[in-house]
C-alpha cells in the first residue's frame, strides 16, 4: 500500500536540477498540464494517468466542510457516502465502484495509508477524519490503476489528503456550529452541534526543522439512522392496543414482469405482507457522535535531505442511545417493545436496542527523501493501530434503558503496518523509477454476551475471530519521452500476497473455547501498465491509459466463517478460496484550453473477473448463504465531460462542472444466475456535480452548488428501487455559502446544504437542510 511521487521525484543536487520542497513543481513537470483537472497552483502529488483531478483552495472555498471528506463532494463521477456530520463510515465511490467496495481505493494522508483493507465494506472506510478539513493544502484524486507505483487496491482509484507545510511561524484556528431541523415519519426535530479546528508551527531561521501541533474537536447531533418496523405476529391473542404507527406507502417495491406489469409487492427486507407495508414504530434517535483528534509533525529539510515524522491520534465515540418511539396505550404511554395490536393486526414491538462504541485509534510514519549517487530515493513506513475499539448493544429498548443483558464485542489487535521504498533516476529524455512495497494487515475480534451492556460487566466468551494478510511487491516504471509532443510511459508490477494465522473460536458443547484455522494461502500477480500522451497543439493533448491490476482479498472476506456445535467449522458459511478480482481497464482522455475554460473528455472501460462481493446467493457447495462470494465477471464503461472556467462571462465568476453516463453491469455471477445482465448494486447511470463561486467584491464571495445522481438499484437483482427508508434513491442537493474575508487574518462564512430540503436516501436518509456558520482566524 503505497504513494508515490509524480514522474518527477525531488532530484539530487548532483543532477543539476533544482531543489523542490514537497508542494512545488518537480523539475520536469508541465505547469499547465491541461490533463490535470482542477487547481493550478500545486502539482498534484500522486501519479496522473487516467483521469487526474486535484482540487485546493480555490475549490474549498465554496464548499461546507465540517469532515474532512467533505472537500471533495464535488469532484467528478465521485461518492462519499457520508450520512452525518462526523460519520466515521464515510465510504467513497469511484465510478463503478459502491461505497460497499472499500477494499477498491487506496487513501492516503501526506502519503502515509488510511485505507482500511482489513475487509470490503461501508464499516472499513478509510481514516480520512486523522486530518482537520482546515489543514488540507489539496486533494489529489486519480481515477483508476493506471500506474504499476500502487497496489491493486487502486482499481476504483487514489485519494492522496496533502496538509499545509510549515513553511514559517504560523497559528490558526477555526470554529463552526451547524443545526439541521429534521421531519421525517413521528420524528419531529433540530439537531445541532460544533466543531473547532487549530494549531500552530514553528519553522528553525536559517536551520532545516520544522514542528506543527494540530487538533480537532468534534460534537454533533445527526438525524436518527435508522427506522424500525413492526413484524407481523402469528397467533390470534391481541397485544397492546396501541395507536402512532406511521405507514409509508413508499417502502412497497414495484418489480415489473418483462411487459412492465407490477406482479409484486414487497418491504426492502424482501418480506411480502399481501400488498400492506409494515408500519414503522420508532426511530433510533439522534446519533450522538464525539471526535477528538490531535497531529504532531516534525520535519527536516537541509536542501539535500528532507524527512519527516508523524503522529496522529483519534478518539471517537458514537452513541445511539435514545429511541424515538411512535406507539402509545390507552394512557398517553410510550410503547417501545412488545406483541402489539393496531391497524387491524397483531404486530412484534422489537430491535429497539441501544449502542455504543468507541474507538482509539493512532497513525504512526516516517518518510525520509535524499540524493544517493544518481537516484532520488524515498522511503515511506508507517502503522495504523486499534488501541480500543469496543461496541455495547443491548439486548432490546427494555433492557438497554435498564442497563440490562446485551452484546460487547472488543477489537484488538488490529491494524496495518506498510512499507514504501522508490528510487527514481532523471536522464534527458527518460525518468525511469522503481521500488518496493510492504504490508500486513491484521484483526482480532471478540464478541461476549453481557448482564449489563453499558458496563459489559460479567462478559461471556461467544465467538473470536482473527487473521492476516501480507503483500511484498516490487515494480518498476519508465517514461520515455520520445519528441517534444509525445512520451509513453511503461511499467510492471509483481505482487506476492499470503494470508495466514486466521481462525475462529466459538464455545463448545463441554464449555470449554474451541479453535479452529484457517489454512495458509499464497498466491501472486503480475501486472503491467502502459500510457501514451500526445500534444496535438500547445493547447490540446490526448492521452491513452491501459492497465491490468490484482486486488487480493481482505481479512475480512476469507476469515468470516462460522463454526458448527462441535466446533468444527461449517464449510458452508465461507470460502477459504476466495480468488482475486484481476481487472482489465483502459482509460482515453481529451483535453483542451480555451484559455478561460479548460474541457476535458473521459471515455473509460473496465472488465473485473471473480469480483468479490457479499450478497445471497449459491456459494462453492451450491449452499445459498449470505457472504463473499466471486462474481464471475463485472464491466463497466462510461463518459465524463469536465469544465473549468475561470473570470468566465464575467470577470469574478470561476466553474468547476462535471457530468458522467455510465453502465455498469453484472455479466455472468454463477452464484447467483438471476443478476446476470443487472445494472450493479448502488451505481447511479448519472452523475452531475458543479461548483459556481463569483467574486462580489475582493472581500466576499458567492458560492453555489450542486450535487445529482441518478436512482440506482438497491439491491443485486435490480428488483428494488425506491425513494425512501430502505433503499439507495435519487440523490439531488443544492447548497450555496458566502465567504467574507474580513482582513488579511480572519474571516466568517455561512452557508447551506440541502436548499430545497429534498428527502434523500443510502438506506438510511441523508441531511435534510443543514445551516452552517463559520469563522476562522491565521497568524
Excluded at 238 to 247: H, K, P, Y
Excluded at 275 to 287: C, K, L, V, Y
Excluded at 609 to 638: A, C, E, P
Aim: some cysteine.
Amino acid at each position: 500500500m503505497n504513494r508515490k511521487q509524480p514522474d518527477a521525484a525531488e532530484a539530487p543536487a548532483s543532477t543539476g536540477q533544482a531543489k523542490s520542497r514537497t508542494g512545488d513543481a518537480p523539475a520536469n513537470a508541465v505547469a499547465d498540464d491541461i490533463l490535470v483537472v482542477g487547481q493550478r497552483e500545486r502539482p498534484i502529488e500522486i501519479a496522473p494517468r487516467g483521469l487526474a483531478v486535484s482540487l485546493g483552495q480555490e475549490q474549498f472555498a465554496g464548499t461546507n466542510a465540517v469532515n474532512v471528506s467533505d472537500l471533495i463532494k464535488y469532484a467528478p463521477n465521485f461518492f462519499i457516502r457520508r450520512r452525518y456530520i462526523g460519520d466515521s463510515n464515510a465510504g467513497p465511490g469511484f465510478r463503478g465502484t459502491s461505497g460497499q467496495q472499500a477494499a477498491r481505493t487506496l487513501v492516503m494522508i501526506d502519503g502515509f495509508v488510511v485505507s482500511n483493507f482489513l475487509s470490503n465494506g461501508i464499516g472499513n472506510s478509510p481514516k480520512f477524519d486523522l486530518v482537520g478539513p482546515q489543514e488540507v493544502r489539496q486533494f489529489d484524486i486519480v481515477y483508476g490503476p493506471y500506474s504499476s507505483r500502487y497496489v491493486g487496491n487502486s482499481m476504483g482509484g487514489i485519494v492522496n489528503i496533502t496538509t499545509n507545510d510549515v513553511e514559517r511561524t504560523e497559528g490558526f484556528l477555526s470554529v463552526q456550529g451547524f443545526a439541521q431541523p429534521f421531519d421525517q415519519y413521528g420524528t419531529d426535530a433540530t439537531y445541532a452541534g460544533g466543531a473547532a479546528d487549530g494549531g500552530f508551527g514553528l519553522r528553525q531561521k536559517d536551520g532545516p526543522w520544522s514542528v506543527r501541533v494540530s487538533g480537532h474537536y468534534l460534537r454533533s447531533e445527526g438525524q436518527p439512522p435508522n427506522f424500525l418496523f413492526l413484524l407481523p405476529a402469528t397467533g390470534a391473542a391481541a397485544g397492546t392496543a396501541v395507536t402512532g404507527a406511521v405507514i409509508d406507502p413508499d417502502t412497497l417495491t414495484r418489480v415489473a414482469t418483462a411487459n412492465g406489469v407490477p406482479t409484486t409487492t414487497t418491504r426492502p427486507s424482501g418480506t411480502v405482507l399481501a400488498n400492506d407495508p409494515a408500519p414503522i414504530f420508532a426511530s433510533q434517535g439522534r446519533a450522538l457522535v464525539t471526535q477528538l483528534q490531535g497531529k504532531l509533525r516534525l520535519g527536516y529539510d537541509d536542501g539535500t535531505i528532507k524527512a519527516e515524522g508523524l503522529f496522529a491520534y483519534w478518539h471517537n465515540l458514537e452513541q445511539l442511545n435514545e429511541v424515538d418511539c411512535y406507539l402509545r396505550d390507552a394512557q398517553n404511554n410510550r410503547v417501545c417493545e412488545g406483541r402489539v395490536t393496531t391497524l387491524g393486526r397483531n404486530w412484534t414491538a422489537a430491535g429497539a436496542n441501544l449502542s455504543r462504541n468507541v474507538r482509539e485509534e493512532y497513525l504512526a510514519g516516517i518518510k525520509v527523501a535524499a540524493p544517493v549517487g544518481p537516484f532520488a530515493v524515498k522511503l515511506v513506513a508507517s502503522t495504523f493501530q486499534t488501541a480500543k475499539m469496543q461496541t455495547e448493544t443491548s439486548n432490546g429498548y427494555v433492557a438497554g434503558i435498564n442497563r440490562g443483558a446485551g452484546t460487547f464485542t472488543d477489537n484488538g489487535p488490529t491494524g496495518w503496518y506498510t512499507g514504501d521504498l522508490t528510487l527514481e533516476y532523471k536522464a534527458d529524455r527518460n525518468l525511469f523509477a522503481f521500488g518496493a512495497t510492504a504490508s500486513l494487515y491484521k484483526t482480532d475480534q471478540t464478541r461476549y454476551n453481557t448482564s449489563d451492556w453499558l458496563a459489559h460487566t460479567a462478559p461471556v466468551f461467544v465467538t473470536r475471530n482473527f487473521g492476516k494478510t501480507r503483500q511484498l511487491s516490487l515494480w518498476g516504471e519508465d517514461r520515455l519521452e520520445l519528441t517534444d509532443a509525445l512520451s509513453i510511459t511503461a511499467g510492471l508490477r509483481y505482487d506476492d500476497w499470503r494470508a495466514f494465522s486466521g481462525g475462529l473460536g466459538r464455545v463448545g458443547t463441554a464449555g470449554a473455547i474451541i479453535y479452529n484455522s484457517y489454512a495458509t494461502r499464497t498466491n501472486n500477480a503480475v501486472s503491467p501498465t502502459l500510457s501514451a500522451e500526445l500534444a496535438l497543439d500547445p493547447r490540446t493533448k490526448v492521452q491513452l491509459s491501459l492497465a491490468m491490476a490484482t486486488r487480493f482479498p481482505t481479512v475480512g472476506e476469507l476469515f468470516q466463517g462460522a463454526l458448527n456445535s462441535d466446533g468444527t467449522f461449517n464449510i458452508n458459511s465461507f470460502d477459504p478460496n476466495l480468488p482475486p478480482e484481476r481487472s482489465n481497464d483502459a482509460n482515453l482522455l481529451l483535453a483542451r484550453d480555451f484559455g478561460k475554460l479548460r474541457l476535458t473528455g473521459s471515455v473509460f472501460y473496465q472488465r473485473v473477473k471473480n469480483s468479490l462481493f457479499s450478497f445471497q446467493g449459491l456459494n462453492q457447495f451450491g449452499v445459498i448463504t449470505t457472504s463473499f462470494k466471486s462474481i464471475d465477471v463485472t464491466r463497466q464503461y462510461g463518459v465524463e465531460l469536465l469544465a473549468e472556467a475561470r473570470n468566465f462571462l464575467i470577470d469574478g465568476l470561476s466553474v468547476d462542472a462535471n457530468g458522467a453516463w455510465l453502465d455498469s453491469r453484472i455479466v455472468r455471477n454463477s452464484a447467483l444466475p438471476a443478476s446476470n445482465g443487472v445494472f450493479f448494486q448502488r451505481i447511479p447511470r448519472w452523475r452531475f456535480n458543479g461548483n459556481l463561486r463569483y467574486d462580489i467584491t475582493p472581500r466576499v464571495q458567492g458560492v453555489l452548488g450542486v450535487r445529482y445522481a441518478s436512482r440506482p438499484n438497491t439491491d443485486i437483482l435490480g428488483l428494488q428501487r425506491g425513494h425512501t427508508y430502505g433503499y439507495i434513491s435519487e440523490l439531488f442537493a443544492l447548497d450555496a455559502k458566502v465567504n467574507f474575508r474580513l482582513n488579511e487574518h480572519m474571516r466568517i462564512s455561512a452557508g447551506v446544504d440541502n436548499i430545497t430540503n429534498s428527502r434523500d436516501f443510502v438506506i438510511h436518509p441523508y441531511p435534510e437542510r443543514s445551516f452552517l456558520l463559520e469563522a476562522g482566524w491565521t497568524l
